[in-house]
């Protein structure tokens, strides 16, 4: 290792609270949210209809069938290119996915692939430290994410087929659901398509949201990526999430035999049938290298605790003590006080502080850039 590998360590970023905070125009457009309200509440519509048991089988069959076309097409193919498939197969692995109501395959991939580029940084748009239920779903419901990033999907944006799809991304949905109700009647539609997309709705989103809060860690990635068992059951096999931010490149997310991913084992059974092709997969030893356990610095973790601390002494110094003193009641206001002194101390040594942390981040990159040259493959030290 030497002295310009260090060198290069990208320039620190400062994590006072306003780094994270949402700008004017990240807010939630209440009135476009109507129609996503009312598909959660649709459902509630069976106590007149009652449920035929051919619409729950109905409803477990779109889900995970829709799921596969999520985390097989929309995430592993289309934003990370994890294998290859010919153009009729992209064509309707693109359909599939547009008919789990996620918008279309250019703007769902589009938008996966800055998240990977700009994890858990400020410039992250759905990363928890922004706020959880932002994450998870306020992101979606806000107008400044609404077009799509045509810049970072140019490779497919080339073909016309996807372009329409990704244009006309409610044909799949409207197809789907108007099958449900001539399959198993109002509860077939009720179960079948709206109950079912409602279920995948946020068995996705949690991937966003709680696969960077819940779960553990086993790669020094420089996010807060996490691998969740339970998220990997209901997502095929997404729940692997820190091993996908370590690869992000594998077909596969399940890096060992008891990493239970559905989606992967579908995607062999696929290229056995050769609709698929080249499967990509770490080796050996890149699943062995970069573990926290053997001494990789966790950076991710690092930074997220750094940008918590830098919140709460912005809260501190700032928005608690003038919230509780608005509320006006008399020990409220005594608590205030004694908050506003501590904040005050806080927010007088705030540069400092901050400065602080900018030198630990530095040294804390140092680290991190230095564990993981040190636990680099001995077979390959040229790369
Ligand atoms: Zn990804
Ligand atoms: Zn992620």
């Given at each position: 290792m030497s002295a310009t590998d260090l060198a290069t360590t990208p320039a620190p970023v400062t994590y006072a609270r306003s780094a994270y905070a949402r700008s004017a125009d990240e807010r939630v457009n209440k009135v476009t949210s109507i129609p996503f309200i009312i598909v959660h509440l649709l459902p509630l519509l069976v106590i007149f209809t009652g449920v035929a048991l051919e619409a729950v089988v109905l409803g477990v069959v779109t889900y995970l069938v829709r799921m596969f076309f999520i985390t097989a097409g929309y995430h592993r193919y289309f934003s990370h290119r994890s294998y290859r498939m010919g153009r009729i197969p992209q064509f309707l692995m693109a359909f599939g996915g547009t008919m789990a109501t996620q918008k279309g395959p250019?703007?769902?991939a589009g938008h996966h692939r800055h998240h990977h580029r700009t994890s858990d940084t400020p410039e992250d748009i759905h990363s928890p430290l922004r706020g959880f239920w932002w994450s998870h779903v306020g992101w979606i419901l806000c107008d400044k994410y609404a077009e799509t990033p045509m810049d970072n999907i140019k490779d497919f944006a080339k073909y016309p087929e996807l372009r329409f799809l990704n244009r006309f991304d409610w044909i799949g949905p409207w197809a789907l659901a108007i099958a449900c109700y001539f399959i198993a009647g109002w509860s077939g539609l009720l179960i079948g398509f709206f109950l079912s997309?409602?279920?995948?709705w946020h068995g996705t989103f949690v991937?966003?949201?709680?696969a960077h809060v819940m779960g553990r860690r086993r790669y020094a990635t420089?996010?807060?990526s996490r691998n969740s068992a339970l998220l990997a059951v209901m997502s095929l096999g997404e729940g692997w999430h820190n091993n996908h931010h370590y690869y992000q490149a594998s077909a596969r997310q399940?890096?060992?035999?008891?990493?239970?991913?559905?989606?992967?084992?579908?995607?062999?059974?696929?290229?056995?049938?050769?609709i698929v092709s080249d499967l990509k997969t770490p080796s050996p030893q890149v699943r062995a290298a970069n573990r926290i356990r053997n001494g990789a610095f966790d950076i991710g973790t690092f930074r997220s605790h750094l940008a918590h601390a830098g919140a709460a002494v912005h809260a501190t110094g700032t928005g608690i003590s003038t919230r509780l003193v608005a509320s006006g009641q008399h020990a409220v206001e005594a608590l205030a006080e004694r908050r506003a002194q501590v904040g005050d101390g806080?927010?007088?040594?705030?540069?400092e502080l901050e400065e602080f942390v900018r030198g630990s981040l530095d040294s804390a990159e140092l680290l991190a850039r230095a564990s993981r040259l040190a636990q680099r493959p001995l077979a390959s030290p040229l790369d």
């Open positions: 250019l703007w769902w997309t409602v279920l995948l991937i966003n949201s709680l420089e996010d807060t399940g890096f060992f035999w008891w990493e239970l991913d559905v989606t992967y084992g579908i995607l062999r059974l696929l290229s056995w049938m050769r806080l927010v007088h040594r705030k540069e």
